[in-house]
């Protein structure tokens, strides 16, 4: 049996996509995200899978000993863990992992659905190139947030992480047979475009806050607008250097221009890009029913916790 582990946005679902068109395998799908990887991997591994893929997904702090030691027990089983992904790994995950007998493809200069095209072969010679092609040029241009390929801003908004997983599935089974649109796409797109111009009209509550000479903003989430559209939007607003998009469950997603705050989340357990990255931290009981009432509380708190790891805010 086989397992695929892969992020919950579109290069997630899509490069898991792309893997099963490329090699005809399948498996049971799980989404995860960074905060929640150690968990996934439990689950997984009680299952006794003969072999894991993991897609757009990096292990942090707090995930990657467990990780090795899931590795190291599909090992001992006959089984095997590869792994594809195109974030920030420190030298000595990839290392222990690599010894723990997983099999890595880590490769930053493309996104995840690029690293499947560009490490995999096809197992039959029938590939449609021109969708490989158009899937990674649109899915990568939307996730590195290049917007060089007219189907990307179109694929940004196909998949978001308030989605369930039955939608998530749908996306998967239609990329994975070859499709790259259908109609319930072009909908589902449409639809999300009309909410977010409604969201984005409204008025925003904002917290702005210096950090190192470092101009932060602290905005909650919005379910009907994507996290990097929303920070964007705050950013031109408010002039800020790093956008903090939180929410009361303690998720936090981080975008900047110029500062690096990969190394921010990943003081905070979480991990990422340069530019983009993200966490979660733990929300006292006190603000979580304050934040229900008065949204500056959750936003105050946050600030409070950013402002607590000023030494890991710095620019590029």
Same mark, same amino acid.
């Given at each position: ?34 905060? $929640?990887? %150690? ?17 757009? /997904?990096?292990? $942090? *702090? ?10 190291? @027990? ?22 222990? @992992? ?14 995840? *659905? ?58 998967? $089974? ?13 909908? %589902? ?64 997603? /981080? ?24 966490? %979660? ?13 008065? *949204? ?10 950013? %402002? ?9």
């Amino acid at each position: 049996m086989s397992c695929i582990v892969t992020h919950t946005d579109i290069d997630g679902v899509a490069a898991a996509a792309l893997y099963t068109y490329l090699t005809k395998e399948s498996g049971n799908i799980v989404f995860a995200e960074p905060y $929640n990887l %150690k968990k996934v991997m439990y689950k997984v591994h009680k299952k006794r899978p003969r072999k894991v893929i993991v897609f757009d /997904l990096s292990p $942090n *702090t707090d995930t990657i000993d467990f990780v090795i030691g899931v590795a190291e @027990l599909l090992r001992e089983r006959g089984g095997s863990i590869t792994w594809f992904d195109h974030h920030v790994w420190d030298d000595e995950w990839v290392e222990r @992992l690599s010894k723990a007998g997983a099999t890595l493809y880590i490769d930053r200069s493309t996104c995840a *659905t690029g690293v499947v095209a560009r490490y995999v072969k096809p197992s039959i010679s029938s590939i449609n190139r021109k969708f490989v092609t158009d899937l990674v040029d649109g899915v990568c241009s939307a996730d590195l947030w290049r917007f060089e390929h007219p189907m990307s801003p179109f694929f940004m908004r196909l998949v978001r992480r308030r989605d369930d997983d039955e939608w998530r599935l749908y996306v998967y $089974n239609t990329l994975s047979g070859g499709t790259i649109w259908t109609k319930e796409f072009e909908e %589902k797109v449409a639809n999300r475009f009309t909410e977010e111009v409604e969201e984005l009209s409204r008025p925003m509550q904002v917290e702005v806050f210096d950090v190192n000479g470092i101009r932060i903003a602290v905005v909650e989430k919005s379910e009907k607008v994507e996290n990097s559209i929303l920070a964007t939007r705050v950013m031109s607003l408010v002039k800020a250097e790093i956008v903090a998009v939180a929410d009361r469950s303690g998720k936090i997603s /981080l975008r900047s221009r110029g500062v690096n705050v990969r190394d921010l989340a990943l003081a905070l357990g979480g991990g990422g890009h340069m530019q983009a990255a993200g966490a %979660k931290i733990d929300l006292p009981i006190t603000t979580r029913i304050a934040s229900i009432l008065r *949204t500056k509380a959750l936003l105050e708190h946050v600030g409070r916790v950013l %402002k607590e790891y000023a030494d890991y805010i710095k620019k590029l």
